[in-house]
């Protein structure tokens, strides 16, 4: 009797130390950019400035689930005039579609620190699977906040025309790759 109590106290505490919580992105040391290739020769580079991405995970995002909004609005490519013709209707169409999201549906372990992300991305009226790849840089307890705090990079690519995004315009690539560097704090 003694060996089973003991065991289950053993269990009782590894699910308490594996239980999922929440976690939020701190803004101030995340970014979502991204690059897309220019006239054939050239990488033309830019991000979101507004997000709001929450992870429930574990405390090693050894498995997580994430939610991703994306204001569309907060373009930033360092252009002006070219931030607002992407906001326009030839491109995200801003007003009618102001936000890009993401929710993942699966997530699989590939390494000690990597994963594969899959979940549905909505752009511009469109709803489609994508796959990402993910990386924990790693998890410490941030002294100031005695809160744990978590590094992720998620990387992908997307086909722009297969969210109606800019046409079949001859002096941009299709392919849309996005890296997303998280700093995220458990709730």
Known sequence: MRKLSIF??????????QAQS????DNAHSKVGFSITHLMISEVEGSFGEFDITATADDNFDDASFDVEIKVASIDTDNENR?????????FDAEKYPSITFKSTSF???????FALTGDLSMHGVTKSVNLEGKVNGVITDQRSQKLKAGLKLTGTVDR???GVGGDTPTLGDDVEFT????MAQQ
């Open 22 to 25: 929440t976690w939020k992105s």
């Open 83 to 91: 931030d607002n013709h992407l906001k326009s209707p030839d491109f």
């Open 161 to 163: 025309l297969e969210f």
């Open 180 to 183: 997303v560097n998280l700093e």
């Open 108 to 114: 699989e372990k590939t390494g000690d620190k990597t």
């Open 8 to 17: 289950l106290v053993m269990v009782l505490i590894g699910t308490t130390i």
